[in-house]
């Protein structure tokens, strides 16, 4: 155990060492700043328009609101994604094509220890960048506009749940495969996600079965997605959530169903399967 937390705490060292936190906080500053200034111009505009009519505050403000929260956590989440995949794409690989590793396994420590070090280092980064983005975009929304969505910390939570999904899902592929083809496989693997999210929603709100089946599988094979959908949910309104089923699934990038014991117990035997696979292939992999 001892080993493996000072592999977790030399992965940290290695990202700030190779700046990748420093790239990230800059990058982060940029969307957080394009973010604000846009809420910050969509209040001033839905204020004007109420004293147009007289009114305080519009009577349909907490759904805008709630919509600019939703895509602006559904970058969060994209980025949460991205930086899950590029953390994890060369951790394994990259140091066996570099040689580094074989310097590494001189020292007294087995390769299930170094693979679940490297996992929990990457996961501390991938994870604390994802929740404090996300708190950020929710209280910076609330700073400008008064609205806080009720239920913010079970999104921000699903949130990660799917982020720590592919996260795992790239530490296995780097396992397996170089540091290009395990870039190319997550990149697939994870627009496959989307894609399938995306044609479950198309087919509920077209009413095609053979649509939402594909969607449904599409949960189950990876759940990356699915738990973006679910964590969309709990940001909207009572009113959006009461819209009927053909209207509510209209929007084809966020859920309308909350998510259910069955499902986030699937999301974790589905992560701990995953690095479990990954601990098995890299003990077995020629190095």
């Known amino acids: 155990m001892n080993n493996i937390f000072k592999v977790a705490a030399f992965t940290l060292q290695e990202a700030f060492a190779k700046k990748l936190i420093l790239a990230l906080l800059i990058l982060t500053v940029v969307f957080l700043g394009l973010y604000f200034y846009g809420a910050h111009a969509l209040q001033e505009n839905l204020t004007e328009r109420a004293a147009e009519l007289g009114r305080e505050r519009l009577r349909r403000a907490d759904e805008i609101y709630a919509t600019l929260s939703i895509m602006g956590l559904y970058v969060v989440n994209?980025?949460?994604s991205l930086v899950g995949i590029m953390l994890g794409v060369s951790t394994l690989s990259g140091e066996v094509e570099s040689g580094l590793l074989m310097t590494i396994l001189i020292k007294p420590l087995r390769r299930a220890e170094l693979v679940l070090g490297k996992w929990l280092g990457l996961s501390l980064v991938s994870l604390v960048y994802l929740a404090l983005l996300g708190l950020g975009v929710v209280y910076g929304t609330y700073w400008i506009t008064g609205y806080l969505p009720a239920d913010y910390l079970k999104t921000i939570l699903l949130m990660a749940l799917g982020t720590w999904i592919l996260l795992t899902s790239t530490v296995l592929c780097s396992a397996v495969f170089p540091v290009l083809t395990s870039g190319v496989v997550m990149f697939m693997?994870?627009?496959?996600?989307?894609?399938?999210?995306?044609?479950?929603?198309?087919?509920?709100?077209?009413?095609?079965?053979?649509?939402?089946?594909?969607?449904?599988?599409?949960?189950?094979?990876?759940?990356?997605?699915?738990?973006?959908?679910f964590a969309s949910y709990y940001l909207q309104t009572r009113t959006m959530r009461d819209l009927p089923p053909g209207i509510r699934d209209g929007n084809p990038l966020v859920g309308s169903t909350e998510v259910q014991s069955g499902d986030l117990v699937w999301a974790f035997f589905y992560l701990v399967a995953l690095l479990g696979l990954a601990i098995v292939v890299f003990r077995r992999r020629d190095l």
Do not use: Q
């Open 78 to 80: 994209f980025l949460g």
């Open 189 to 229: 693997v994870y627009a496959l996600s989307w894609t399938g999210g995306l044609v479950g929603n198309l087919g509920k709100f077209t009413d095609t079965p053979l649509m939402e089946k594909i969607g449904l599988y599409s949960h189950y094979i990876f759940p990356s997605d699915a738990m973006w959908r």
